[in-house]
């Protein structure tokens, strides 16, 4: 008996070995590069840890006061309303597409269709932004905000196709012959049948656009220049170039209750999630 | 009537997609450095990109820091997969939110908290905070598709196999792993995916001298112009992708 089914059979014997045995590897990673440095991110922002990592010893909330200062909260505001024009815009282009591949393609075009939508992405997101950059600037429209919506619908479009055209395919087409069967019309049935059992596709798409949206840092520097200003840019100018880790930790602290908040008030109001 | 209306929206939303992507390749065939203008076809780009050690070596960072993240956050969100079906209902909703978290907090916060854990710990900045980063991200993707996986077969096939009298390592190179197997590919692909185009967690978290190939082009369009020779190279990457999505579906067809 080799030692792996020794382990093994013990581990049969006893659940909650096995079950610490699977778990405690990855949990343990994720608390030291994931959960630890978000409470080091927290003693930074109270001022507990100084310039050279040294302890301070006393708490102080003049970064979150520096940091709830009008220049700091209408960036927040921006940046809100830019992630919300990119999920809108996403889901107005993405709906259409998801409904065809998942309705109306035959079958075997499917998994091409699908496969098509995310080629694109393989190729570097920099690249990809370059590219529209180009075009924009033919077109005249660079360092426009309009521009800006524009490249980010571009570059989340993808993940709210995905699960729109995940929950459009689950649906039962039988549902959808009943409805017309008993005198429904194809857009009542769209309505009360199809767009309300896509609504977990609309959720996961709505979460998986909106909240890395909110903190887009490429789009808005590489489309945008200096004229838009977001949470992303600021944290980037924050720490990469000002050095600030204080005020910078303090912006973000902020930044992840703001995104928490939102997908609170969201889960309430849509219910369950499936990504 | 309606259904050609949805094939041509689809169809635009399709090209939307693509022009940008089709520029960058018709521009590596350029003979000038312009973008905009294209002025005759030449390989002269892909010459130049055989010589350019800055391109090639940025190259086969990414491509290490991929492999190596995939490989390793395969292996924990496996495991963490597999121990959380076993969990039960309290202890599953607690684990399984533990693990949805690093997929909602915004990169930037991630990386910024990184980079502040780093210098606290008095980590010397390079290729291993690099890695540790991207493994940390990588981890909770791999666990949700392999959960979801998971969660969609019959565990009743796994305790027949055991009933039979094969035990826990036969039954779970025979009937476990190849059951998985479409969620293990699958996340692979998007491990490798997310790491090998990750620009803003590897700004944060790397030192003098360590480069990948996304800070290469931040730096080149930082400076005004993306070299050509780029566009070779995403080029060649777009050809192999191509190949390896069309070998992919021909697969999953063939098993469906």
Same mark, same amino acid.
């Given at each position: 008996?080799?030692?792996?089914?020794?382990?093994?059979?013990?581990?049969?014997?006893?659940?909650?070995?096995?079950?610490?045995?699977?778990?405690?590897?990855?949990?343990?990673?994720?608390?030291?590069?994931?959960?630890?440095?978000?409470?080091?991110?927290?003693?930074?922002?109270?001022?507990?840890?100084?310039?050279?990592?040294?302890?301070?010893?006393?708490?102080?909330?003049?970064?979150?006061?520096?940091?709830?200062?009008?220049?700091?909260?209408?960036?927040?505001?921006?940046?809100?309303?830019?992630?919300?024009?990119?999920t809108v815009g996403c889901l107005l282009l993405a709906y259409p597409v998801a409904y065809f591949i998942a309705m109306k393609a035959p079958k075997k075009w499917r998994n091409p269709l699908v496969v098509s939508v995310i080629i694109?992405y393989?190729?570097?997101?920099?690249?990809?932004?370059?590219?529209?950059?180009?075009?924009?600037?033919?077109?005249?429209?660079?360092?426009?905000?309009?521009?800006?919506?524009?490249?980010?619908i571009?570059?989340y479009l993808p993940f709210m196709i995905l699960p729109l055209y995940a929950s459009l395919e689950k649906i039962d087409r039988s549902l959808l012959e009943a409805s017309y069967t008993l005198g429904a019309s194809p857009w009542k049935t769209f309505i009360h049948v199809t767009l309300s059992l896509s609504k977990p596709g609309i959720a996961a798409g709505t979460i998986l656009v909106f909240v890395?949206?909110?903190?887009?840092?490429?789009?808005?520097?590489?489309?945008?220049?200096?004229?838009?200003?977001?949470?992303?840019?600021?944290?980037?100018?924050?720490?990469?170039?000002?050095?600030?880790?204080?005020?910078?930790?303090?912006?973000?602290?902020?930044?992840?209750?703001?995104?928490?908040?939102?997908l609170?008030?969201y889960m309430r109001k849509v219910g369950e999630l499936e990504i | 009537m309606r259904d050609r209306i949805l094939a041509f929206f689809s169809a635009l939303v399709y090209?939307?997609l693509?022009?940008?992507?089709?520029?960058?390749?018709?521009?590596?065939?350029?003979?000038? #450095?312009?973008?905009?203008?294209?002025?005759?076809?030449?390989?002269?780009?892909?010459?130049?990109?055989?010589?350019?050690?800055?391109?090639?070596?940025? @190259?086969?960072? +990414?491509?290490?820091?991929?492999?190596?993240?995939?490989?390793?956050?395969?292996?924990?969100?496996?495991?963490?997969?597999?121990?959380?079906?076993?969990?039960?209902?309290?202890?599953?909703?607690?684990?399984d939110?533990?693990?949805y978290?690093?997929i909602?907090?915004?990169?930037?916060?991630?990386?910024? +908290?990184?980079?502040?854990?780093?210098? @606290?710990?008095?980590?010397?900045?390079?290729?291993?905070?690099?890695?540790?980063?991207?493994?940390?991200?990588?981890? +909770?993707f791999?666990?949700v598709i392999i959960k979801a996986r998971l969660a969609g077969f019959n565990?009743?096939?796994?305790?027949? +196999?055991?009933?039979?009298?094969?035990?826990?390592?036969?039954?779970?190179?025979?009937?476990?792993?190849?059951l998985s197997?479409p969620g293990?590919t699958a996340a692979?692909?998007i491990?490798?995916?997310?790491?090998?185009?990750? @620009?803003? #967690?590897?700004?944060?978290?790397?030192?003098?001298?360590?480069?990948?190939?996304?800070?290469?082009?931040?730096?080149?369009?930082?400076?005004?112009?993306?070299?050509?020779?780029?566009?070779?190279?995403?080029?060649?990457?777009?050809? @192999?992708?191509?190949?390896?999505?069309?070998?992919y579906t #021909?697969?999953a067809s063939e098993r469906s």
């Amino acid at each position: 008996m080799s030692l792996v089914e020794k382990l093994l059979s013990s581990a049969r014997k006893h659940r909650s070995l096995a079950i610490a045995l699977l778990l405690g590897p990855p949990l343990t990673y994720l608390t030291i590069y994931f959960f630890a440095p978000f409470i080091i991110t927290v003693l930074y922002s109270v001022g507990l840890i100084g310039g050279r990592g040294t302890l301070t010893g006393n708490i102080s909330i003049k970064f979150y006061r520096q940091a709830l200062r009008w220049v700091y909260i209408k960036v927040f505001y921006n940046s809100l309303i830019l992630a919300a024009l990119a999920t809108v815009g996403c889901l107005l282009l993405a709906y259409p597409v998801a409904y065809f591949i998942a309705m109306k393609a035959p079958k075997k075009w499917r998994n091409p269709l699908v496969v098509s939508v995310i080629i694109p992405y393989w190729v570097d997101f920099l690249l990809r932004t370059y590219a529209l950059m180009n075009i924009f600037a033919m077109l005249g429209i660079m360092f426009r905000y309009d521009a800006v919506v524009i490249g980010m619908i571009y570059d989340y479009l993808p993940f709210m196709i995905l699960p729109l055209y995940a929950s459009l395919e689950k649906i039962d087409r039988s549902l959808l012959e009943a409805s017309y069967t008993l005198g429904a019309s194809p857009w009542k049935t769209f309505i009360h049948v199809t767009l309300s059992l896509s609504k977990p596709g609309i959720a996961a798409g709505t979460i998986l656009v909106f909240v890395p949206a909110i903190g887009e840092f490429i789009v808005p520097t590489m489309i945008g220049g200096v004229s838009v200003t977001t949470i992303g840019t600021l944290t980037w100018d924050l720490f990469l170039k000002f050095h600030d880790w204080w005020r910078g930790a303090a912006v973000s602290v902020m930044y992840i209750a703001v995104v928490l908040a939102a997908l609170a008030i969201y889960m309430r109001k849509v219910g369950e999630l499936e990504i | 009537m309606r259904d050609r209306i949805l094939a041509f929206f689809s169809a635009l939303v399709y090209a939307f997609l693509y022009i940008p992507i089709i520029i960058v390749i018709v521009f590596s065939f350029n003979s000038s #450095k312009m973008l905009g203008q294209f002025t005759g076809f030449s390989l002269k780009w892909y010459d130049v990109l055989l010589g350019d050690r800055v391109v090639w070596n940025a @190259f086969y960072n +990414s491509l290490n820091i991929a492999l190596v993240t995939t490989l390793v956050s395969l292996f924990l969100g496996t495991l963490a997969a597999y121990g959380v079906i076993r969990l039960d209902v309290g202890g599953k909703s607690a684990v399984d939110g533990l693990l949805y978290i690093p997929i909602i907090i915004p990169e930037i916060a991630e990386s910024l +908290s990184l980079l502040l854990f780093y210098k @606290f710990a008095g980590y010397q900045l390079g290729w291993l905070t690099v890695l540790l980063g991207h493994i940390a991200f990588d981890i +909770s993707f791999v666990y949700v598709i392999i959960k979801a996986r998971l969660a969609g077969f019959n565990r009743s096939i796994e305790e027949a +196999s055991l009933t039979l009298g094969a035990n826990e390592v036969q039954t779970f190179v025979k009937i476990t792993l190849p059951l998985s197997m479409p969620g293990i590919t699958a996340a692979a692909l998007i491990a490798f995916t997310l790491s090998f185009d990750d @620009f803003i #967690k590897t700004a944060f978290t790397t030192g003098p001298g360590f480069q990948t190939l996304p800070l290469v082009i931040w730096s080149q369009s930082a400076r005004g112009g993306v070299g050509p020779e780029i566009n070779a190279l995403t080029s060649i990457i777009i050809a @192999f992708s191509m190949i390896l999505a069309y070998i992919y579906t #021909k697969l999953a067809s063939e098993r469906s």
